[in-house]
């Protein structure tokens, strides 16, 4: 069997990349703590609304166009590939969302100031069907836009640059920055594990792709609850 090599590290890229997170989490954290001070909960956006969309579009762009410098003339390092067994990455896709699931599961019995869902602006609301197009596009961007645009980010460019420290640290590691770089407290004992566990399934099948789907279902389903549950 031919033995795998771990590419040299960039230490430059890495630098240019744990800065890029570092100053999502300070934003985010000030953000964060801004909004308790003001009496609002973090991250409060209305999915109703085409602003968020066009808003949230614009951000995402951007946050991309980033990612794509870090990685000019490495675009392997992102990882955006099939997957070598479409059969083997849907079981081990499977494993990582019952950890997840079970990991809220665990979470929910925790008594916590707020909840980790209410933290991030997930809270229950009414359907209004005047505004069904709204929802819809809202849905494309957190269902399929930010997870794209995420997992390229952390799971991608992140855990290659990082792999020259072996896989379970790299794997603790985006994991742990993943969860930092929302700008949460309560919410980092769900998306700590969460961002693990797609960095897991990343590792395995050495492609984001099969984590885009599961980090879109999690985010289509946690919206969806958001109204059928009301």
Request: with cysteine; net charge neutral; charged share 10%.
């Amino acid at each position: 069997m031919e033995a795998t090599t771990t590419p040299a590290p960039s230490y430059l890229r890495l630098w240019f990349w744990s800065a890029f997170v570092a100053i999502l989490a300070l934003i985010n954290y000030a953000g964060r703590f801004s909004a308790n001070h003001n009496g609002k909960s973090a991250g409060q956006v209305s999915v109703y609304s085409y602003d968020t969309f066009f808003g949230g579009l614009m951000f995402y762009a951007i946050w991309f166009g980033l990612v794509l410098l870090i990685c000019i003339n490495r675009f392997d390092l992102l990882a955006l590939r099939p997957p070598q067994s479409l059969r083997r990455a849907l079981g081990l896709a499977v494993a990582a969302m019952a950890a997840i699931w079970l990991c809220e599961a665990f979470v929910s019995f925790i008594p916590l100031p707020q909840s980790p869902g209410h933290e991030q602006g997930i809270t229950t609301i009414h359907w209004e069907p005047a505004h069904a197009g709204a929802f819809a596009a809202n849905v494309v961007l957190f269902a399929v836009v930010a997870p794209f645009v995420e997992e390229l980010t952390f799971r991608g460019a992140g855990q290659s640059l990082l792999r020259f420290l072996g896989s379970v640290p790299s794997i603790l590691i985006v994991g742990t920055a993943f969860g930092l770089a929302h700008g949460l407290v309560e919410g980092l004992l769900v998306l700590v594990p969460f961002g693990i566990a797609l960095a897991w399934l990343r590792d395995r099948t050495e492609s984001v792709v099969p984590g885009m789907f599961v980090h879109g279902l999690f985010n289509g389903i946690a919206l969806a609850a958001a109204v059928l549950l009301n």
